[in-house]
T-cell receptor, first 114, second 111 residues
């Protein structure tokens, strides 16, 4: 149980375009979802926390207009990177937590912006 | 800002050796998790420790939470190549189970 999926697993896009990444909890209801970014050989950095039906809370230094997060249901959250640039290239990982507060992580999405 | 420093940053050992990874902070955490991450994948939870002084064992892995709940250690006995990966500690605080990840320890176990 407690499986989290992400789609796509990898994406390449041109500079200036927008990219949407989906995060789904497959077998539980996720009241809270988290989005992380991980650069090569570095740890995970929390970008934002989202609760179903409410606005996401962004960490300091993360541009909310650039990284749009929507948590429309208890099983789906999306992260849209708007007007992506090469410096946005990274590994984006989501996690979901339900009633037990444990975070279950998705497999990650590798974004490459050309 | 809460920081979790892990040491060492990188460790290369031979199969059969023992090792310890440390996770230190000046902040108190309500719980602390250890994860292992392989390249191109998400982190996989190994253990959660909650009580100060708690020790948990998972086969050849022993996890300890400091008495003051500010630090933790992971000890691996008789390391195997399958233990290779990035080990991350993460501390949980307050609301919404928000996690602060440590700086990471990259372990390489060779034959």
């Amino acid at each position: 149980g407690a499986v989290v999926s992400q789609h796509p697993s990898w994406v390449i896009c041109k500079s200036g375009t927008s990219v949407k990444i989906e995060c789904r909890s497959l077998d539980f209801q996720a009241t809270t979802m988290f989005w992380y970014r991980q650069f090569p050989k570095q740890s995970l950095m929390l970008m934002a926390t989202s609760n179903e039906g409410s606005k996401a809370t962004y960490e300091q230094g993360v541009e909310k207009d650039k990284f749009l997060i929507n948590h429309a249901s208890l099983t789906l959250s999306t992260l849209t990177v708007t007007s992506a640039h090469p410096e946005d290239s990274s590994f984006y990982i989501c996690s979901a937590s339900g009633m037990w507060d444990t975070q279950y992580f998705g497999p990650g999405t590798r974004l490459t912006v050309l | 800002t809460q920081l979790l420093e892990q040491s060492p940053q990188f460790l290369s050992i031979q199969e059969g050796e023992n090792l310890t990874v440390y996770c230190n902070s000046s902040s108190v955490f309500s719980s602390l998790q250890w994860y292992r991450q392989e390249p191109g994948e998400g982190p996989v939870l190994l253990v959660t420790v909650v009580t100060g002084g708690e020790v948990k064992k998972l086969k050849r892995l022993t996890f300890q939470f400091g008495d003051a709940r500010k630090d933790s250690s992971l000890h691996i006995t008789a390391a195997q190549p399958g233990d290779t990966g990035l080990y991350l500690c993460a501390g949980a605080t307050g609301t919404a189970s928000k996690l602060t990840f440590g700086t990471g320890t990259r372990l390489q176990v060779t034959l």
